[in-house]
């Protein structure tokens, strides 16, 4: 599961909510973030508990649950915790690894610099997040 920092960078390029920010941009959200590997089964995000970081899925599976009910699987290029970090309440969802997953860990106070230094960052995650409440109530 070794990446490379270009690799890196491409996958962030490839990602809505990053695609927008300039390549040195990328790497100064590289430079703060780590890559984690999580083994099966952990328990990366439990709802109701306080937001460290987000976390960019590299490789591997996870599993997203609201109140102990399956919502949705994660994959390579997806992400969670972006809610909790921009309105500092505890995690709307658990998030639970399924098979080894690697996630860049990005943690609050770069992702904060990053949005208060780049509005076009905000206002795409506004959009993805528009996109997801609308996918939640169509689910409803």
Do not use: N, W
């Amino acid at each position: 599961m070794a990446t490379s920092d270009q690799d890196l960078h491409d996958r962030l390029a490839a990602i809505p909510l990053f695609a927008g920010l300039s390549k040195k941009q990328r790497g100064r959200l590289l430079d703060a973030g780590r890559t984690v590997v999580h083994h099966d089964g952990h328990e990366i995000s439990r709802e109701g508990e306080g937001a460290l970081a987000l976390h960019v899925v590299l490789d591997g599976k996870a599993v997203v649950s609201v109140g102990g009910e399956v919502r949705r699987a994660l994959g390579p290029g997806d992400y969670f915790g972006e809610i909790s970090l921009i309105d500092g309440r505890p995690r709307s969802a658990s998030v639970v690894a399924d098979g080894q997953l690697q996630t860049l860990a990005v943690p609050y106070v770069a992702f904060q610099s990053l949005l208060d230094a780049d509005p076009g960052v905000a206002r795409a995650l506004l959009v993805l997040l528009c996109e997801r409440l609308r996918e939640a109530e169509a689910r409803a």
